[in-house]
């Protein structure tokens, strides 16, 4: 079985500034994906970005960056230029390839970006 | 495209009764995948369904089940509600069947008294 681990509950960050959220994730399987959802405080789980295993270079879409050190099992995301929507829970997910749709997720942490 | 539908949003109901939630995938996906969002237990995987077909099934009692439809759309149900019931159930929809990224509904908020 899979678990991700998310260490930080609560974070903050001034707007504007750079923000790191870790992950970690304990599994035998060697080719799987990994994503990081946002839910803002209005519920609706969006995708921020998806990292497959098997590709070392790291994903990136605009603000949002991760780093994935595959060896070391941790996959942490990058907020950059923090802005006021980015406030909301974020989830570290997993999912195993090929073997259908079954996200295990981590604890989530809440981030809160101040004006 | 629209995106994933979940009705009804709020439901509140009692102790041993039964409750029917129903979503609405992502036109062209073929899969839905259901999870329970509690404060507690965080977001749990309750059961995935690929061309009407339970693929996948997470460690809930029997109580909780589901069926998909011809055209995609799925129904989650729990029977003899408990108190422990109440959560945000979430379902997402994919494209395909096979570790695809997930697109959420957003949800449907039960509480059982």
């Known amino acids: 079985a899979q678990t991700v681990t998310q260490s930080q509950p609560e974070m903050s960050v001034q707007e504007a500034e750079t923000v790191t959220l870790s992950c970690t994730y304990d599994?035998?399987?060697?080719?799987?994906?990994l994503f990081w959802y946002k839910q803002p405080p209005s519920r609706q789980m969006i995708l921020v970005i998806r990292?497959?295993?098997?590709?070392?270079q790291n994903a990136t879409e605009n603000r949002f960056s991760v780093n994935f050190q595959k060896a070391a099992k941790s996959f942490s995301l990058k907020i950059s230029d923090s802005q006021l929507g980015d406030t909301a829970m974020y989830f570290c997910?997993?999912?195993?390839?090929?073997?259908?749709?079954?996200?295990?997720f981590g604890g989530g942490t809440r981030l809160m970006v101040k004006p | 495209k629209a995106g994933v539908t979940q009705t009804p949003r709020y439901l509140i109901k009692t102790r041993g009764q039964q409750v029917t939630l129903s979503c609405s995938p992502i036109s062209g996906h073929r899969s839905v995948s259901w999870y329970q969002q509690t404060p507690g237990q965080g977001l749990q995987f309750l059961f995935e369904?690929?061309?009407?077909?339970?693929?996948n099934k997470g460690n809930f009692p029997g109580r909780f089940s589901g069926r998909q439809f011809s055209n995609s759309r799925s129904e989650m149900n729990v029977s003899t509600l408990e108190l422990g019931d109440s959560a945000l159930y979430l379902c997402?929809?994919?494209?395909?069947?096979?570790?695809?990224?997930?697109?959420f509904g957003p949800g449907t908020r039960l509480l059982v008294l």
């Open positions: 369904y690929f061309s009407e077909t339970q693929r």
């Open positions: 599994t035998s399987e060697s080719n799987y994906y």
């Open positions: 990292q497959e295993a098997y590709k070392q």
């Open positions: 997910a997993f999912i195993k390839t090929n073997a259908g749709n079954m996200l295990t």
């Open positions: 997402a929809s994919s494209a395909g069947s096979k570790s695809e990224t997930q697109y």
